[in-house]
């Protein structure tokens, strides 16, 4: 019978190692996708936007802005979803509203939460301004932005 060295891993041990490695690197897989992310100051958590109803015709969305509506005071926010997308739209100035893609820019997940003046996205934590540009990680690209016209108590925007 031949002697194998001690510093030979058996086929055995090798499957056992493997298995332990895998479920290691699940675990970490796991944790880095459990949608808290530690370093956004929302911890990925924020207030879900209200909800206002958008006309469509062609490409554009228009929303009426009543006295009663969320959008009637300067700093608010609100999600608009239509036939064409979902879209956030914020006050920003008493006649100035701006208008972006719903679509957060690091996982194409969509962006319903507002706090402190910024879009959060929930799934990862990312923070945007009401402008679109990215504020907090780990989105690294601005949100899609439309011009908007604001008459009488109608704002509007083409897609």
Excluded at 20 to 29: F, H, N, Q
């Amino acid at each position: 019978m031949k002697e194998s060295p001690s510093n030979v891993t058996t086929r055995r041990e090798f499957c056992a190692h493997a298995c332990y490695a895998s479920l290691a690197a699940a675990g970490v897989l796991v944790s880095a996708c459990s949608g808290g992310n530690p370093t956004s100051p929302s911890g990925g958590s924020a207030p879900p936007l209200p909800t206002v109803a958008g006309t469509v015709a062609g490409r554009t969305v228009s929303v009426a802005v009543s006295s009663s509506s969320t959008l009637a005071s300067v700093g608010n926010a609100a999600m608009v979803q239509t036939s064409l997308g979902t879209f956030l739209l914020a006050r920003v100035a008493q006649d100035s509203f701006t208008a972006l893609t719903a679509v957060c820019t690091h996982e194409a997940q969509t962006v319903t939460g507002f706090s402190n003046g910024r879009y959060v996205c929930n799934v990862h934590g990312s923070q945007f301004s009401t402008s679109g540009a990215v504020v907090a990680g780990p989105a690294n690209s601005s949100l899609r932005q439309y011009p908007t016209s604001f008459a009488g108590d109608i704002v509007s925007f083409t897609v």
